[in-house]
């Protein structure tokens, strides 16, 4: 089971960005692998505290594991994603302005380069919402040209190694006791120029060219508003030899006119004739699974709330957990009475010693 992110960075729970971006520099530094050679124990504590400042620098993020911890942040796709120490380390350096901050070669930006990711904001029914379902949508991203496979070349033309870095993508500048690495202003961190008479016309040489897709989504069953789906490799292509990024479609799940929802619990209010309420009986009540059978006792009180059970939302990622359904009764009142009912009304009130309106009141009040 991970720690607890605020325990890794030594935090309260309701601390604000700035002491825990100022708890997460302090306990970097400390665990940086280049201030402990050979030390595999402080390479995963410097590992650890980076996810932990990932989750609780983002405001979405940090929400979403104050809410669900671990579990919410995987359904979502937002668990921290670093593929190696390399990503870290150019994680740490744009949180803070700067490269590598010892300048020890692990960080290395050059090289191919992974596509960025896209998302997508869905719109969702909440019975669709509630029982899962498929949902076709249309994304427009950027794709490796067909023409030059993405490498911005004509056929035949090569690249050149960048003369500012040397084609390492990357240049290192001293700041005192430090040295500094930055991505290559040249060549944005490729390594690699290319002439503009070389670059590739259909694309112009950026390597790259626009396609709309068609994509099916499957929604599971307990989906809710903020939930994240992951589609790996459906954003934006890298550079050639990069993988592509991911699509990240985010659900917004529209209201009902008749249940609410609270996480995976249901709720709904229905007016329930004052006999049955005062005599008791059986009645049919409605859930997002259909109707139900409920026993109302004698005597109960307008207002009253009943729990069933597992009728309420699938929990979209733990298998067999189910929320409860919470049924308010209220007692119905008709608009107007007449005949017997209204002579049986009139005659419980004066059985019960309750005065009411005489007949006629109304009309005489408004002039009728």
């Known amino acids: 089971m991970p720690r607890d992110y605020y325990e890794i960075l030594g935090v309260a729970k309701d601390a604000d960005p700035q002491v825990i971006k100022k708890a997460y520099r302090k306990k970097a530094l400390q665990f940086h692998p280049d201030r402990n050679p050979d030390n595999p124990e402080a390479e995963a504590q410097f ?37 190696d120490m390399g990503d870290i380390f150019s994680a740490f350096g744009e949180m803070f302005g700067f490269g590598d901050l010892f300048g020890g070669g692990r960080g290395r930006r050059g090289g191919p380069r992974r596509g960025h990711d896209l998302e997508y904001r869905m719109q969702l029914d909440f019975m669709d919402a509630v029982h899962g379902t498929s949902e076709e949508i249309t994304v427009t991203r950027r794709v490796n040209c067909e023409t030059c496979e993405g490498r911005g070349l004509k056929e035949g033309a090569v690249q050149n190694t960048c003369g500012t870095c040397k084609g390492h993508g990357e240049v290192v500048q001293s700041m005192g006791f430090m040295r500094v690495r930055q991505p290559c202003p040249t060549c944005r961190g490729a390594g690699k120029t290319t002439s503009p008479e070389d670059g590739c016309i259909p694309c112009k040489g950026t390597g790259m060219e626009r396609s709309t897709e068609k994509l099916t989504i499957t929604i599971p069953a307990g989906a809710y508003t903020g939930l994240q789906l992951r589609l790996l490799g459906k954003g934006e292509a890298g550079s050639p030899g990069a993988p592509a990024g991911n699509l990240f479609v985010t659900l917004l799940v529209q209201e009902h006119e008749l249940f609410k929802r609270d996480g995976f619990e249901t709720l709904c ?27 109302v006792p004698q005597g109960t009180r307008s207002g009253k709330v009943f729990t069933m059970r597992n009728k309420g939302v699938s929990h979209p990622q733990r298998k067999g957990v189910v929320g409860d359904h919470h049924v308010q009764l209220v007692v119905h009142v008709p608009e107007s009475v007449g005949g017997d009912e209204e002579e049986t009304i009139r005659r419980l009130a004066e059985i019960q010693g309750t005065e009411i309106a005489d007949r006629g009141f109304w009309k005489k009040l408004f002039g009728g």
């Open 47 to 83: 590992k650890e505290c980076s996810e932990a400042y990932e989750v609780l620098s983002d405001e979405q993020k940090r929400g979403v594991y104050d809410q669900y911890g671990h579990e919410g942040l995987k359904g979502r796709g937002f668990e921290p994603n670093f593929t």
């Open 269 to 295: 209010s229905i007016d329930v004739p004052y006999a049955v309420m005062v005599l008791g009986g059986d009645i049919t009540v409605p859930t997002v699974h259909g109707e139900e059978s409920l026993t």
